[in-house]
């Protein structure tokens, strides 16, 4: 789209006053002021020392490498034509096409980024071909390195190296006889007679060609995003298989706020997107236009048809046919997190725009291992390059399991995933492959209750165990195991630089556990309120308020299962997860009046003040009870010092035994044989022996394994680490 749109009406400042960009009409058809510019100037200056743009010469090796690429594609793709009796002079007029799509398409990629590519074939050739035959061809290019063929994967891909340049590769093929340079893939009509994994590896091309489409200014579109992209991953909430926002979500984030401001330059987009969605009223979903019918019949987002889809925490779809939720894998407590920094970059950007503050400050990272007291350590190690590399992509993608686990404890308010993974600590042998990924646990303020962690660990190690087998990846000398660790000791994991990084920034959640709202920024106070007060801003908040301005009422309209308009707003939402919780706590034993009061922690707002806060979440299952602390343990603990304020410690049981340590709270992890069965606690001085009714409170629930139907590990094929984890809050 052109910056400057002529309508037969008068234009303001580059997109005309009657043109709707996206789903609602502008809140501000303002242009830059010359201080808005000379400030989106600076934000680009600020984000060259990180090495967000990539020289020239770098530019053109990209170009080579899938000019050559491309070459290959339609040579193979010949090649195929020729093996399936196809005359040689018809084979060469097949064509096909390598597209890119992701971050080096919308023109935002950084130095060293991967491109995301898409090889599109005629309809001769099969998936099939492309994993047998193609793969093989790549075997023989010099350039390729790090071939690896992933095609059980829900969007099949091969990722390989070429010439330097990481690539992923995927794959589909249209029903048509022959693919020219210039085949479109933005006509629905090509979906017709495709199979779901040929519509998915299309979607990656066409959602990103639909977002460049979508936004008044592709320019300052750019420059907004990179700027949010690098704040995203300085404060570890960049990730979608981890429950956070990966790279399309947060360009269609950006995209819904350049619809919303089409005239600002993109340092006021930068402070408008927190303003939009530190206040967004999730689960309202973000749409860049009004969706398309269903007229080919693939699975769409649909919450009137799908009762799924209802339950997603924070839905951002793609505006391409078949249009999907790009944030599935979000959690109460990853939407938490976020929201949190939303806020927060709400309060750095006020600073900014009042010339209080530079934009690097937004950059700073946040230290994630001064933000806690407590921590669950995950270590996936295998004993070969190779197979490390497919063990911890499957052991990442499960992660988000864990985190629900821990999420539906009762005790646990927050459990923060790390989406930075870390090798072997210092000292390890250099034949060590492992991976470590670390969650920072917040607990409710309670006092003398006894936590058991084991089955939401256990459960999760598991899943992913059975997933293995089932996929064939599993190999002897791969291991998974968790362990609860203090801030402290930390240092046994990490090197000191990383501990310590920001340290005199520390923002520690835990000081009030019962506390979630976002903590403030240094000098936020000093912002007047009367920032915000302007009459688009209030125009703005108004409407959020109401969802004018988001999906919610076009899910609301003709619905499939009554006449009554379907409202969907968070509390809907969370009602739904409070009585599916209920009834399964009171299955498992549980009164109702006790799933009451195990709501402790209050909400997260959002909200300015005098308005209500988010509603409460849902009471949490009781996977491991608590019990009341023994006399004797009492006793012995009176004697620990003064360590008790940090809460939670760790107490490995080894032979020999330990020296232990000054903690008011006890983590027992003993290491089980080969396949054996569930480690249980041992009655004993320092627990009652297991009764029926908590026997009762751990059977698992078939709601939070999503593939309880996948092969059980067996003793003689599986080594599986299995640890309990107690621990005692005073």
Known sequence: MSSSVMVNSSVIDGVDARQTLGLTSAISLAGPK???????????DSLRPFDVYETEEELNHRMIVLSQLNSLVK?????????KNMPVNVAETLGGKIYTFGSYRLGVHTKGADIDTLCVAPRHVDRSDFFSSFVELLKTQ????????VEEAFVPVIKLEFDGIELDLTFARLALREVTDDQSLQDDSLLKNLDQKCVRSLNGCRV?????????????FRLALRAIKLWAKKHGIYSNVLGFLGGVSWAMLVARTCQLYPNAAAATLVNKFFLVFSKWPWPQPVL???????????????????????????PIITPAYPQQNSTFN??????????????????????????????????????FFQKYKHYIVLRAAAPSQEQHLEWVGLVESKIRILIGNLERNLYIQLAHVNPQSFGAPEGAPDDTFLSMWFIGLSFHKVENVNIDLTYDIQSFTDTVHRQAVAISMYKEGMKIEARHVRRRQLSEYLPTSVINRGREKRRTLDKDASKSTPDKVDGADEAPSALHNSRSDADLLRKLASGAISGGAVFSEDSHESQDSITFSLSDAVAAHTTMATEEAVANGLSEEAVALSVVAKPLTVGDEGEEDLPRPPPKRPHSPGHE???????????????AAEGVETKPVVAGGDDGDDSPMQVEEEAAAAGGDATEEKPGADAPPPDAATEKQRLPSTN????????QPTASSISVVKNSIRLRLK
Not at 34 to 44: G, I, N, Q, T, V
Not at 75 to 83: A, E, L, M, P, Y
Not at 338 to 364: P, R, Y
Not at 629 to 643: F, G, I, L, Q, Y
Request: hydrophobic content about 40%; proline content about 9%.
């Open 288 to 314: 860049l236009r009004q969706p398309e019918e269903n007229k080919l019949g693939f699975p769409v987002w649909d919450p009137r048809v799908n009762p799924a889809d209802r339950y997603h925490l924070m």
């Open 704 to 711: 939070e394994l999503s593939d309880m139907l996948s092969p």
């Open 34 to 44: 010359p201080c808005d510019l000379e400030m989106s100037k600076a934000l680009a």
């Open 142 to 149: 010099p350039p390729v390195k790090d071939l690896r063929a």
């Open 75 to 83: 040579n193979w793709i010949k090649k195929i034509g020729v093996s």
């Open 208 to 220: 990103t060609d639909d977002i460049l489409n979508l936004v008044p200014d592709r320019e300052t």
């Open 330 to 367: 979000v959690s109460l407590s990853t939407r938490t997190v976020m929201m949190n920094e939303f806020q927060a970059g709400l309060e750095v950007t006020d600073q900014i725009v009042l010339n209080k503050a530079e934009w690097s400050k937004l950059f700073d990272p946040l230290n």
């Open 629 to 643: 602390v023994p006399v004797k343990r009492k006793e012995t603990e009176a004697s620990h010092d003064a360590d």
